[in-house]
């Protein structure tokens, strides 16, 4: 039986689709986990603070334990946007715990995946990251939102996708089932496209990722030509980041699987599993830290 008044560790892993939330005893032993809807502190604060305080409450609830209990706890939150939302310290002073850690689910995912071996970590999912971690120094390239970045991501893919559904419109580009289909869910009419891309959040773009992986498999020469594109680009920052060099190349998010198989081998070879996930890295990050940084 868990000891009432020792401290629970509270991980968070607020992502660009959902938020994970994991409640454990100081002895690692895991009481529940939950999961809720978006937790980008950047793109929506006030959404994603609304997810991550019903993913704590849930929690709490699903371990039998008393929110307002919490006082003593110590909390950690690897948050997608942390790094570049001016409002951190109004979700810090939200959140009523002994100890309140808040980093970027980039750090969390690279002390997760490697701990403090030297590596790669190229994180594919609704956005993208990548890190470098040799002899102590890190490398980033990416993570700075789908307008500036996120290479090879879900968004990228999705947005790719309406761009060629918008040059096949203006018959400069062939079609295929796949623009078909897409356009399609528009009405085939333009001005709803063109909508769509007026609000479409990177979430919303990754919604049609599935799409070209599904077309892709079923040797769609439009897939074809997006996911080729993004497995170039994918390469090329991988060589800038010396992934080879390392030896030692993790990929994770919901793109990685599907990716994976695409590679030249000299890139295959070096494949490892990560040695943990996101919340494993922000809870260890949490249990070595006194103060939060951001």
């Not at 994970?20 to 999961?35: A, E, M, Y």
């Not at 209990?69 to 790094?83: N, Q, T």
């Not at 850690?101 to 995912?109: K, P």
Request: charged fraction near 20%; hydrophobic fraction near 40%.
């Amino acid at each position: 039986m868990h000891d009432v008044d020792s401290p629970l560790v509270i991980a968070v892993d607020g992502g660009g689709t959902k938020c994970i939330v994991r409640l454990s005893d100081q002895s690692d032993r895991v009481l529940s986990q939950v999961q809720t809807g978006s937790a980008n502190v950047a793109t929506n604060f006030e959404v994603a603070r609304q997810n991550i305080m019903e993913g704590i409450s849930q929690a709490y609830a699903e371990a039998g334990r008393a929110l307002n209990h919490s006082k003593g706890d110590i909390i950690g939150l690897a948050l997608a946007g942390a790094e570049s939302s001016d409002r951190v310290g109004e979700l810090r002073e939200s959140l009523n715990f002994a100890q309140v850690v808040i980093c970027s689910d980039l750090e969390a995912t690279l002390k997760g995946a490697l701990g403090d071996e030297d590596g790669v970590v190229a994180s594919i999912g609704t956005g993208s990251f990548f890190l470098s971690q040799q002899n102590g120094a890190y490398q980033r390239v990416g993570g700075w939102g789908l307008f500036l970045s996120d290479d090879c991501s879900g968004a990228a893919l999705g947005k790719a996708l309406m761009c060629y559904v918008a040059n096949v419109y203006d018959g400069m580009l062939p079609s295929s089932p796949l623009v078909d289909e897409t356009f399609a869910k528009f009405d085939s009419q333009i001005r709803k496209l063109v909508n769509f891309s007026l609000q479409a959040s990177p979430k919303d773009c990754a919604e049609f990722a599935s799409d070209i992986v599904s077309a892709y498999q079923k040797g769609d020469p439009v897939a074809r030509q997006l996911v080729c594109s993004s497995v170039s680009r994918l390469v090329e920052i991988l060589e800038f980041l010396n992934a080879q060099k390392t030896g030692n190349l993790c990929m994770n998010g919901g793109l990685a699987a599907f990716y994976q198989p695409l590679m030249p081998e000299s890139y295959q070879a070096i494949f490892a599993e990560p040695k943990g996930n996101v919340l494993d890295g922000i809870t260890s990050i949490t249990l070595n830290t006194s103060t939060g940084a951001l």
